[in-house]
């Protein structure tokens, strides 16, 4: 795999557990380290990638999966976290639907969802969606006609009783324009055709972050009362499943999870890092990992 590779699982999954940019570039940059790596442009390029979902990670809710539009009645499931034993996790249910971005990531954790889409390498669009109240900036619903978007380029509406919306770009977009493609984000959940088929996980632990790409799975599971906690807890385990490439040299300092372990299957490389007290469950949740391909 490629530097950037692990620059951008590393922002992924950091972006989803600790949402303030700094706290995401310092642990890319210690990931980097770990690989050996000192590419400026690497980092630069990525966290461009990446800074329409950055900016726009605070005010942190409770989990959601929510509709789309302010008609659709909420889910049953609104405020219910990723299945603890089940991995993959189901998509989150919205999408853009929009032929001129591609969806490149989602993500689910219990406290947001978010999908990142790209167009033409040079521009982001992410949607979030969240639980609870919106912050008082947002708008009360839906906007329906671009008057109602003063900031075209982040856009923020209550979209029922528990549960917002968040919609970003990096594209200088005016709000007519915008309007459009709120007008296509829809309940379908995404499609991304991801190496992971399942994996055994292990009892105390819950799904933490999940993103999902064409050729790359991120996880992290954690006990319950450590979800969505920053720095991990050493009983957590972190795991990337992406093609084959050079294996992560070592940890850093003060890395609760220092013990890298990695195995090859396929035309992929499945990698776990955990605290050494947990390095032989570690081990076994390596081997219980099952592939689509």
Not at 111 to 117: A, M, R, S
């Amino acid at each position: 795999m490629t530097d950037l590779d692990e620059l951008r699982r590393a922002l992924r999954a950091q972006e989803s557990l600790a949402p303030d940019p700094d706290a995401v570039l310092a642990v890319a940059t210690r990931r980097i380290r770990r690989r050996r790596t000192t590419s400026v442009a690497a980092v630069t390029l990525t966290v461009a990638a990446l800074g329409a979902g950055a900016v726009g990670l605070l005010d942190r809710g409770t989990a959601v999966v929510p509709p789309a539009t302010l008609a659709s009645p909420p889910s049953a499931t609104v405020t219910q976290p990723p299945a603890a034993g089940k991995v993959p996790p189901a998509a989150p249910a919205i999408s853009l639907e929009d032929s001129s971005w591609d969806l490149t990531m989602w993500a689910v954790q219990p406290h947001i969802e978010t999908l990142h889409y790209a167009q033409n390498h040079s521009y982001a669009f992410t949607i979030e969606s969240r639980g609870g109240t919106a912050p008082h900036s947002a708008l009360a619903t839906k906007p329906s006609t671009a008057d109602r978007i003063p900031h075209p380029q982040s856009v923020m509406w209550q979209d029922g009783p528990d549960h917002w919306i968040r919609v970003t770009t990096t594209k200088p977009v005016t709000a007519p324009e915008m309007l459009a493609l709120l007008g296509k984000i829809h309940t379908t959940p995404p499609m991304i055709a991801s190496p992971l088929k399942s994996l055994q996980v292990p009892d105390g632990q819950q799904v933490g972050t999940f993103t999902s790409e064409p050729e790359t799975n991120t996880l992290v599971l954690c006990p319950p009362a450590e979800v969505g906690k920053t720095p991990l807890d050493p009983r957590c385990f972190s795991l990337t499943v992406s093609l084959t490439g050079r294996a992560a040299d070592g940890g850093y300092p003060q890395d609760p999870l220092p013990v890298h372990q990695h195995r090859t299957l396929g035309a992929y490389t499945i990698e776990i890092d955990s605290s050494p007290a947990h390095a032989k469950e570690a081990l076994t949740l390596l081997d219980s990992v099952q592939l689509n391909r």
